[in-house]
């Protein structure tokens, strides 16, 4: 009775930590091979990955559950069952991420050039020419749906969790609430429409891109700071009103600091989410092949009607035009990284240290 | 300065909801009063319309009057913001502001209200109320280091600090021990004992010997139940309160009968 008891602790042993990687490599390379044969079998000399995966996987999976399940027991068997299902649900979300990247690295870096970052479109036909001029209007135009959104944003925000009560602040909530729904083009109808009232039918024009962007803009900012505001605690409030701090100080030099790393952050993340529409900017900002500094005046290009454009017109020289599509989507697409990356040093260096 | 509080059969709801009902009583200037009572009795309720603190949560409100110096808090021309820069509050758990200093902790009442004021001032400001708060040797050489790096007892004396540093007339308290050790609260209740030279120290205190040890006047809240309001049982002074209470429900709880 008492060795009983005593052993009743004394887990059983572990499999050494080697075991499970190793299963894993072998049990693909013998999935490889077995594939590499059937297919010298047969004729196609294709070798097919999805099946080798599969296969590997299984055979692996049900390998360990029962080496595991015989030396360890029933509740590490299914521990590493788990785990296994686990990851290999982690690596299925993380295929298509990095196939994307991988596809967008290798098709942009053909014209990730000087050429592409100093020239517009102007005259060029078939190959060279660059995105200056959709940079340009990206960055101006991304720059002042900034401009606008952040403090109408953080304002909306700041009434609705520091004064918002009754029906105002409910008729805003909900409006923000519809208006985080709005699609992308109908915010850009609605920028033609309003700038069609005041310069006619026919404008085009980068403010008007700005607008539409802001639009779809200032409900995510509202909700960010929104939520950043929600969390700071409400003892600092009462610190600052006990110390005679009227509301609107507190406000902004106690509540806003405490936050600002959250909401600068939340605004990093408005602006990744804007920067790659296409279809408001296509209808209001519209397309062209020059350069324009002016947001107030004619057409703008920016890098995702860039994109569109280069691959919807593919001239005679194919090649040249899909290149300098996938060129600006690799833009793009560091741009937002840089603007992520900011975020994260953004809330590293603002967040409150102690 | 110092102030004399005078309560004339104060009531305070939250809502509908009668919290504290008919306290009367004089709070002593230069001296330390307890406010003592089960939890739930109203003490911090009461202590929070002593600076209408109580008005920032929706829906709360006072009647019945509060005479500071004869002066009536809730007056109608009375600002809010006024009453608090004469009465500062330490309040349960410490709470520094993150994104300060220790030193901008203790200016943090001039600097949030954008009051200007020369280097050596502030410095002479810094300096007065981190030795009255009987923290200065301790953070003298770390003045620009955020104040949420220092410990729990620590924090609650920059906390206190903070609150002198505005020169007020009287300090309010609310149970700024309970979450402390024992020796950052003998910290505390030393410099409460050291802060009635000059200020009214009102503390709401959940031990009773700290109440006994401290306090010169004590006042006993009870409630009859749940829903019922808090009230004003006994108010004496403190060894009256603890030897010799009138009340039948005080000596009940002094002894540890209930509650
Ligand atoms: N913000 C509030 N809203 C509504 N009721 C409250 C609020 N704060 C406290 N109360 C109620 O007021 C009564 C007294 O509470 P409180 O003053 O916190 O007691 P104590 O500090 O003596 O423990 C309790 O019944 C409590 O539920
Ligand atoms: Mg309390």
Redesign the interface.
Known sequence: MTTQLNSSFRGTQDLPKWLSPTLLVSFFLASFGLQVLLASDSDSAEINFIPVAVFGLLSFTLALYVISRVIEGVRKATDRLVTIMVSTAFSLALIPLLSLAYTVVTKGVARFDAEFFTFSMRNVVGEGGGALHAIIGTVEITGIATLISVPIGIMAAIYLVEYG?GTVARLVTFFVDVMTGVPSIVAGLFAYALFVIFFGPGVRMGLGGAIALSLLMIPVVIRATEEMLKIV?N????????????KW??VL??VL??S?AGIATGIMIAIARVIGETAPLLLIAGFTASMNYNPLDERMMTLPVFVYTSYANQGVDMQAYLDRAWAGALTLMLIVMVLNLVARLISKYFS??? | MSKRIELKSLDVYYKAFLAVEDVSMVIEPKAITAFIGPSGCGKSTLIRTLNRMHEVIPGARVEGQLLMDGEDVYGPDVDPVRVRRQVGMVFQRPNPFPTMSIKDNVLSGYKLNNSRMSKAEAEEITEKALVGANLWNEVKDRLEKPGSGLSGGQQQRLCIARAIAVEPDVILMDEPTSALDPISTAAIEDLAVELKEHFTVVIVTHNMQQASRISDMTAFFNIAGSGLPGKLIEYDKTEKVFSNPTEQQTEDYVSGRFG
């Open positions: 009560r605690p003892e600092l409030r009462e610190a600052a009103y006990a110390l005679g701090v009227p100080l507190t030099k106690v600091p405490t600002l409150p240290k102690g």
